[in-house]
């Protein structure tokens, strides 16, 4: 490692880029996997070739390494694979994502005698490498937003997919590349024709035939539907298509541009429609509880299957038509054989919103409302595996006929590549496997020792910091947590909760008493050092100031026109939030001081605030991503700093003591920020949106919508002091209006 670390650094920069792109294909030419296995598991190497923009050709090297059997490379090669979409657009996250391996993984291993000159977060609750026995074999994620739709080529190779930004991406599977965007925004559904080849991709009223030889569209019109079209499929050879919306199900002459039938009967919109090989046979599901099969030769209605207890979003049929699944609001996977229930596949804990399955029928793949992928055993009626698969409801799934590799897509924008072969050996599971609760509210000790996180089923938890476990559950579960705050003795917690009340739990016992209620729920909790006074900001637009000690209201700070999203304090200061408003609030007198109001342009709408460790920044962030620096003694903005992912809010703001910025968002990425150099110096990316978030003197900790919880370690890197810039300003240079962005993520 270190040899090729020197050797890449005495080489001009042409020289080392045709190394790094050269080399392995060279050895693997050669024939000489041996050489080619050591590169492949070189991380400088790696490292390199990720930074000179080279991942998606790097990944393809270690496909053909593989396949032609270059020994010792499957835990780089799986490492690569899942951090792909990190890496792609961050190649500088490189170092800081093999340090944090799960443990005993033979990556993180190897990156611990990494010197890394950068700053970096180091993960400090990592989990045994073989406790995620079922994980997606890659992540495509363009940074695009609600999925909406999805298709696999049989081969398993080539994936399109559909959302709300972009009409149409396509993907290489082999390297998770995404190789075409094509269209415009607004689409509902995608089917893909098996070369690949042929799409006909739904737009909010429209149908566009792709040819992808051409990346010409062809519009299909008219479409006969008067409302959004919500579902498409097409036959294998791409001559046919059917289309459903509104309550109707149009059959589509793929190859004369033109409506081939068109059929009525459902009571209310159709969700999701199916169509076999021949397309002699069309099924479509509906809001109005039904499930209907079409004969398309005869044109009429051939058979509707009832059954469920809710609308009906999911469907998918093997290509003869002989089996079909579907799934409901109810939360059941109904089978259906030649048009007779079969079986209820119970286990979903909400709604099956989609559905995809096998050629034969064998293998069904089910995505659920929370989030939940299940994969069943069709024939034994078992579920093999359930897994929190994604951070929103699933919108889409779809498998190859012969049932090998499986994509599902969700409302979080993201799309997962799943290897079904990965499910051999696995014991068989057909009760619900509980989903994690997303975290809202994360906050550490003012001793750094232990850390609370609230969820959004009301639950708190109480973390270890040194041993970085969790040590125990509290609370009832109910009302979603919107605030956390320690007491000073550190024995107690105070929460604020959706149904508007106060709490304060216990820690040794675990006993939780109400204090009092809000009108409306809670968005914010702080401790104010002045008393002290926990302070709670409410829907209702008051702050609400409790004694920890008697448990009693003792005061309420009025003034706000809107909901009040947060609460900041500082010694002699409080500081609140409404969506456009931040009112500066004297504690003692219980009176506002000062508004300020965001400066005109760019909308948005505010979430967090910080202040820094003397009280004298206030930094502020919404729904735009951008963050917003005040002097509190001026109150005079003195800087914006642009986000790194436009239009994505930000969460939670806080200050480290050394007086860089830390911001937690729904762009799945935890960030470090230096103010006065205006530069994100260190990001971590977890599964889901980052709602919570706390810094103390040594560790920061975070939580994100799947219910991940994390501890990090801020690593100033090799080439870089402990200390921060930051700590200067504002006496000294102030960051100017504009932040530039930084290279990769």
């Not at 048009?339 to 293998?363: F, Y």
């Not at 969700?410 to 619900?432: I, N, R």
């Not at 999203?565 to 506002?592: N, Q, T």
């Not at 007086?659 to 470090?672: C, E, K, S």
Request: net charge negative; charged share 25%; hydrophobic share 40%.
């Amino acid at each position: 490692m270190a040899d090729m670390e020197r050797a890449l650094a005495g080489m001009d920069e042409e020289s080392r880029r045709t190394v790094l792109r050269e080399l392995v294909r060279m050895q693997l030419d050669l024939q000489e996997l041996g050489r080619a296995g050591a590169l492949l598991t070189d991380m400088a190497f790696l490292g390199a070739k990720c930074r000179a923009g080279l991942l998606y050709e790097l990944l393809a090297e270690f496909a053909r390494a593989d396949a032609l059997g270059a020994p010792g490379i499957g835990p780089w090669r799986r490492f690569l694979d899942e951090q792909s979409h990190v890496l792609g657009v961050g190649p500088h996250l490189f170092a800081q994502q093999a340090v944090n391996r799960p443990r005993g993984d033979p990556v993180g291993r190897t990156a611990q005698r990494l010197q890394i000159d950068e700053p970096y977060l180091e993960l400090l609750n990592k989990e045994p490498a073989d406790d995620s026995p079922l994980a997606p074999v890659r992540t495509l994620y363009d940074y695009g937003s609600l999925t909406t739709g999805v298709g696999i080529t049989p081969d398993g190779r080539t994936a399109v997919s559909v959302d709300l930004t972009h009409r149409l991406r396509v993907w290489d599977l082999e390297t998770g590349r995404c190789v075409r965007r094509l269209g415009q925004p607004y689409a509902t559904a995608v089917a893909l024709s098996a070369d690949g080849l042929r799409i006909v991709a739904a737009g909010m009223h429209d149908l566009e035939l792709w040819d992808l030889r051409t990346g010409v569209p062809e519009t299909l019109s008219p479409t006969q539907h008067s409302q959004v079209i919500r579902a498409v499929a097409m036959t294998p050879d791409g001559r046919r298509a059917v289309s459903g919306g509104d309550e109707t199900v149009v059959l589509w002459d793929l190859e004369r541009r033109c409506p081939h039938a068109v059929f009525g009967g459902h009571g209310d919109e159709v969700l999701a429609v199916a169509i076999t090989d021949d397309g002699r046979l069309a099924v479509s599901a509906s809001k109005d509880r039904t499930v209907r099969l079409w004969d398309v030769p005869n044109r009429r209605c051939a058979r509707v299957l009832e059954g469920h207890d809710g609308a009906v979003y999911g469907l998918a049929m093997t290509g003869d038509g002989r089996l079909i699944v579907s799934g409901a609001e109810d939360r059941l996977v109904k089978v259906w054989e030649e048009g007779e229930w079969r079986a209820d596949l119970p286990g979903h804990a909400d709604s099956v919103d989609a559905l995809g399955m096998s050629a034969d029928g064998s293998c069904c793949v089910s995505g659920s409302s929370d989030g939940e992928v299940r994969f069943w055993d069709v024939p034994s009626r078992s579920c093999r595996a359930a897994v929190r698969g994604h951070a929103f409801a699933l919108s889409a799934v779809a498998v190859t006929p012969d049932g090998r590799r499986a994509l599902t897509g969700a409302w979080d924008g993201k799309v997962k590549l799943w290897d079904l072969g990965d499910l051999d050996g696995l014991p068989a599971s057909t009760a619900h496997t509980p989903a994690a609760d997303a975290v809202h509210e994360a906050v550490l000790a003012p001793s750094g020792r232990r850390a609370v996180v609230g969820d959004s089923a009301g639950r708190l938890h109480l973390w270890d910091v040194g041993t970085a476990r969790r040590v125990g559950s509290f609370g009832v579960r109910g009302s979603e947590v919107h605030g956390v705050a320690f007491a000073p003795d550190e024995r107690h917690v105070f929460s604020g909760h959706g149904d508007g009340t106060v709490r304060r739990c216990a820690l040794i016992t675990g006993a939780t008493t109400v204090l009092g209620r809000h009108d409306d729920a809670v968005r914010a909790l702080a401790v104010s050092p002045d008393g002290p006074t926990v302070l709670s900001g409410s829907d209702d637009k008051s702050i609400r100031l409790w004694d920890p000690a008697r448990g009693e209201c003792v005061g309420v700070m009025k003034g706000h026109e809107e909901p009040v999203v947060a609460v900041v304090a500082r010694p002699g200061l409080v500081v609140s939030a409404e969506s456009s408003r931040i009112r500066h609030w004297d504690p003692g007198r219980r009176v506002c001081r000062h508004v300020t109001s965001l400066p005109d342009g760019p909308q948005d709408s505010l979430m967090a605030l910080a202040l820094s460790p003397s009280g004298r920044i206030l930094a502020a962030a919404g729904l735009a991503g951008l963050v917003w620096l005040w002097d509190t003694e001026s109150k005079e903005l003195v800087g914006v700093l642009s986000p790194v992912r436009p239009a994505m809010m930000v969460h939670k703001l806080a200050f480290t003591r050394t007086g860089l910025l830390v911001t937690a968002g729904a762009d799945n990425y935890l960030r470090v920020w230096d103010v006065p150099e205006q530069r994100n110096i260190a990001s971590f990316p977890t599964a889901g949106n980052v709602h919570a978030m706390d810094v103390g003197d040594d560790v920061m900790i975070c939580g994100d919508s799947l219910g991940g919880i994390f501890l990090l370690r801020f690593r100033p890197g090799a080439a870089r002091s402990p200390g921060s810039s930051a700590g200067a300003w504002p006496t000294g240079r102030a960051p100017t209006r504009q932040a530039s962005r930084p290279p990769g993520a």
